[in-house]
């Protein structure tokens, strides 16, 4: 690496690095950006919806250019036992405005082609290099140390993902606690265009974005996922940490149950499996936000737990983008001030307070908590099916009302908690 000073230096080439290259290069300053895989997408993973304005902001209609796989017309939530689904389907119809849209992508190739915007600019990316280190002189971060080499800057933004050594050595985060974190395991399953739009009912670019809740997870905290790709599927489920030491099941088993299901299997005979991923998932909502500045330094994207989870909705790209852009706003403020000292960028804590990372974070503060109820995952699916059970079977004895119907699928669980988890759930949201 080179032994000169650079105006900024961003650690992790993902959604938040990249964002933070495209602005600050845009802006005229020299900036680096060292990503420890081979490429920007090579280590990144997510489910696969982009919620698009906040890219948007940055690059009008950023979807005609950047290979998104479909824009997602159709929603589908399944609450799941063993054996049975019951789900939900919705079908918007309306054309939606581009910053309303969202995008089913995969990040080996979206990645990619957003460091490449970054570096037509003229970011300058270092690839398969892992930053071990900071350098930090009277309390202020000055640069980076990578192996026995050393690299100065001005300021550095770290943008290294949900498990960010970097913040915690530079005293901004904690370790993550289990409960704080998921582990998230997905499978890319090729089955050809056709394929994918016989089976989903989709035309032309039109996209699916399907979540489930209950047997998937094996009732631990979490959920499954399906997104349609232009020719593939990605499949996979998201479960809390602090719960898979008390299940039966490992994560690998409940992926290979929730493919076996009758609901998943024949959407998926045939294919072939073409990525196997993990990743860890910060969700700890607005509590586990770490300290987000100091001297020299601002934290972006996953590594600030900058991720909403609330059930039918997962969302971290679209906050990765807007805190990499408000971080490197701040140092483009910083950098005409000659001035990179805490007090002023405080402007990134104050930016991100008026904008919709930090008010939706606000907003569902309260959700996590709500989702440690394991009835969610299990009582509920349950009771759902049960009464989609009693209400489709006709079996020659004499009919009972729908209510005895609604009454004995909702005894399972006892009608004072279901009003009391109901009330809790509409409070969170
Ligand atoms: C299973 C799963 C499903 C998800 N589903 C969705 C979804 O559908 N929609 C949504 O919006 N969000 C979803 N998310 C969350 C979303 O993927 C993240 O919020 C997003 O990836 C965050 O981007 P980032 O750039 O902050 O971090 P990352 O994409 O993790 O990028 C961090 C980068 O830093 C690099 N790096 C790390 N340490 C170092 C180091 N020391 N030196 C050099 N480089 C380093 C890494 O290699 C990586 O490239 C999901 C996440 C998972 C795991």
């Given at each position: 690496m080179s032994e000169e000073?650079?105006?900024?230096?961003?650690?992790?080439?993902?959604?938040?690095?990249?964002?933070?290259?495209?602005?600050?290069?845009?802006?005229?300053?020299?900036?680096?950006?060292?990503?420890?895989?081979?490429?920007?997408?090579?280590?990144?993973?997510?489910?696969g919806r982009l919620y698009g304005h906040s890219l948007e902001k940055l690059i009008p209609n950023f979807a005609s250019a950047a290979?998104?796989?479909r824009k997602v017309t159709k929603e589908r939530i399944s609450l799941m036992t063993d054996r049975a689904a019951t789900t939900l389907d919705y079908l918007s119809g309306e054309s939606a405005a581009l910053e309303q849209s969202s995008y089913v992508v995969l990040r080996a190739k979206f990645d990619r082609w957003l460091a490449e915007q970054a570096e037509n600019r003229g970011a300058m990316f270092i690839y398969g290099v892992r930053v071990d280190d900071l350098i930090i002189h009277n309390g202020k971060v000055c640069g980076i140390v990578a192996g026995d080499e050393r690299m100065e800057a001005d300021v550095v933004i770290l943008a290294d993902g949900v498990n960010s050594l970097l913040a915690q050595k530079a005293g901004l985060k904690q370790e993550l606690s289990p409960d704080q974190v998921a582990v998230g395991v997905k499978e890319i399953i090729e089955l050809g265009e056709k394929q994918i739009q016989d089976r989903f009912n989709l035309t032309d670019d039109d996209g699916l974005a399907w979540l489930f809740a209950g047997s998937c997870t094996g009732g631990t905290i979490g959920g499954g996922f399906l997104y349609t790709n232009r020719t593939s599927i990605s499949l996979g489920i998201v479960t809390t940490v602090a719960d898979i030491g008390f299940s039966d099941k490992s994560v690998p088993a409940m992926l290979d149950d929730f493919k076996n299901h009758d609901l998943i299997?024949?959407?998926?005979k045939g294919g072939t499996l073409t990525e196997y991923s993990a990743h860890l998932v910060p969700e700890g909502g607005l509590k586990s936000i770490p300290v987000l500045y100091r001297d020299g330094v601002l934290v972006t994207g996953d590594a600030a737990n900058f991720v909403i989870n609330i059930g039918y909705m997962v969302r971290g790209m679209d906050l990765a983008i807007e805190s990499g852009r408000l971080a490197a706003e701040t140092v483009i403020q910083a950098k005409e001030r000659q001035d990179y000292s805490a007090n002023t960028l405080s402007a990134y804590q104050k930016a991100l307070d008026q904008s919709f990372v930090l008010k939706d974070l606000k907003r569902y503060r309260n959700f996590p908590a709500f989702m440690e109820n394991h009835?969610?995952?299990?009582?509920?699916?349950?009771?759902?099916?049960?009464?989609?059970?009693?209400?489709?079977?006709?079996?020659?004895?004499?009919?009972?009302?729908?209510?005895?119907?609604?009454?004995?699928?909702?005894?399972?669980?006892?009608?004072?908690?279901?009003?009391?988890?109901?009330?809790?759930?509409?409070?969170?949201?």
């Open positions: 000073k650079f105006d900024a230096i961003i650690v992790g080439g993902g959604l938040a690095g990249s964002t933070a290259a495209y602005v600050l290069a845009g802006a005229g300053m020299e900036v680096v950006v060292v990503e420890r895989g081979d490429y920007s997408g090579s280590k990144n993973m997510t489910g290979p998104i796989e299997r024949p959407l998926i009835r969610i995952y299990n009582d509920y699916p349950a009771m759902v099916n049960t009464l989609m059970h009693d209400l489709f079977v006709v079996d020659g004895h004499e009919s009972v009302t729908l209510l005895s119907k609604v009454r004995k699928s909702v005894k399972r669980v006892g009608i004072l908690r279901l009003l009391k988890d109901a009330f809790k759930g509409v409070r969170a949201l």
